[in-house]
């Protein structure tokens, strides 16, 4: 700690002769030194230090260390309950979610798994079954893609108004995502031409399974081992997961240690109980893979307040499905739709970036979002969803999500 008395500022005005330095300022860098390389940032930027460091013109600053940080003063978090943690959606900026903000969600906890014992099995319908170490993996060819991850459970409303893009839909995350193409593997083992389905197992406590047709594992499926430039974390499925871009997130098993071609699926637990939707009239929809168009405003949100005047609305929309080719926002509670600026590039699959320029005349309107992909599905609204599927919750619900404004500027959410 420095040895200056109480809260004296470090100002321009003070000399810093080399005693001060050394006795003081200099002491005060030490010790954020030793914190950037690992601990206690945060903790050593108490107040009377920050004032210390008044005029960082004046201090020399702190030395690299082994690992970057983030900076004290933001403190974005997931949220975490037993089985989930949700992205702050409206905490970040552009589409990639930092690496420690991705949202979880396991079934059985994060698995500690030893990198040099990994390893990955295919058989079944195959010429020759092989074993892949994580060593072997890496010597194929490689890919690397940007592209969203969504949890198919991923909606939450509230009556009272009171909750956050992190809190509605914070089961989506975008990484990019470095693997070997499943189709290269599939050469490799043999794939028999009867094969129509495979199983994908995890080597987690929940040993996770579910069967992806096989036309996606020639299409674009990746075996991933790292994200976003690093080795995937332990929680996103390390040290290696399946990616099946813009299928529901269940399927993306992670901890990926076991792949078995076969004629026909599985019916695994998750793809049975689990995983299906109620479509009205005592009937279910079962293997629903692909993630709907969506999109919400993540600017302004609740629990902001906004000011008169100028806002730029903003959000992030995305489909499954493909590219997103238009997003229309309302500032009249729905009545009239304008087409939002899209931040390019708009990629397949992808989390996109939208903006609106807006005045607000300070009279209390809503303001909604909804997303037309490229195949021409246009984003439903919440009655529309609830009549289609006999007004059961359950999973896909990709709903139109309205903020209301309020004439004093407070953000609630209102559903549509
Ligand atoms: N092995 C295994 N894979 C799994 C799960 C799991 O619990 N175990 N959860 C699934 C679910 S329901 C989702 S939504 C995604 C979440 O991926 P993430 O935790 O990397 O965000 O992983 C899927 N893959
Ligand atoms: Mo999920």
């Known amino acids: 700690m420095p040895d200056q008395k109480g809260d004296k500022p470090l100002t321009t005005e003070k000399k810093i002769s080399r005693r001060t330095l050394l006795g003081g300022a200099a002491t005060a860098a030490v010790v954020l030194a030793q914190t950037a390389s690992g601990k206690t940032f945060q ?50 900026f552009g589409t ?26 295919i058989h079944g319908m195959v010429n020759k079954p092989m074993v892949f170490t994580l060593t072997d993996l890496k010597r194929f060819p490689s890919v690397s893609r940007i592209a969203f991850l969504e949890c198919s459970g991923n909606y939450r409303g509230a009556a009272d108004g009171k909750v956050t893009p992190q809190q509605i839909c914070g089961l989506t995350s975008q990484s990019e995502w470095t693997g070997v193409k499943l189709s290269t593997l599939f ?17 987690d406590a929940a040993v996770m399974t579910r069967s992806v047709p096989i036309e996606k594992g020639w299409e674009d499926a990746i075996i991933c081992y790292a994200q976003n430039g690093e080795a995937i974390r332990p929680e996103q499925g390390y040290p290696v997961r399946l990616f099946l871009p813009g299928w529901e997130g269940n ?62 609305i903003r959000g992030i929309a995305w489909s499954g499905r493909g590219k997103v080719v238009r997003v229309e926002v309302s500032t009249d509670a729905g009545k009239t739709w304008k087409p939002a600026e899209l931040q390019d590039p708009v990629m397949d699959k992808a989390h996109t970036a939208f903006r609106y320029l807006w005045n607000w005349n300070g009279q209390p309107t809503e303001i909604l979002s909804r997303t037309v992909d490229e195949t021409g599905y246009v984003q439903p609204f919440l009655k529309d969803l609830l009549a289609a599927r006999g007004g059961n919750m359950g999973y ?8 209301y404004i309020q004439n004093d500027g407070q953000v609630l959410f209102k559903a549509t």
């Open 43 to 92: 903790a050593a930027l108490t107040k009377s230090e920050l004032h210390l460091i008044e005029d960082p013109t004046k201090v020399p600053g702190v030395p690299p260390g082994t690992l970057g940080t983030r900076s004290p003063f933001e403190k974005p978090v997931k949220a975490p309950s037993d089985i989930s943690s949700r992205t702050p959606l409206q905490d970040l």
């Open 187 to 203: 050469r490799e083992v043999g794939v028999s031409p009867k094969s129509t389905w495979f199983l994908a197992e995890g080597g």
């Open 251 to 312: 399927i993306n098993v992670k901890w990926l240690r076991r792949i078995e071609l076969s004629d026909q699926p599985f019916q695994t637990r998750q793809e049975t109980s689990k995983y299906t939707e109620a479509i009205g009239g005592g009937k279910i929809r079962q293997f629903s893979f692909t993630i709907d168009a969506r999109s919400i405003i993540t600017y302004p949100s609740y629990p902001q307040k906004v000011e008169k005047g100028w806002i730029e």
């Open 96 to 121: 990639i979610t930092p690496s420690d903000l991705h949202f979880e969600r396991n079934h059985n906890g994060v698995p500690a798994i030893d990198p040099a014992k990994y390893e990955l099995v």
């Open 396 to 403: 896909h619900y990709n709903p139109v999500t309205a903020w």
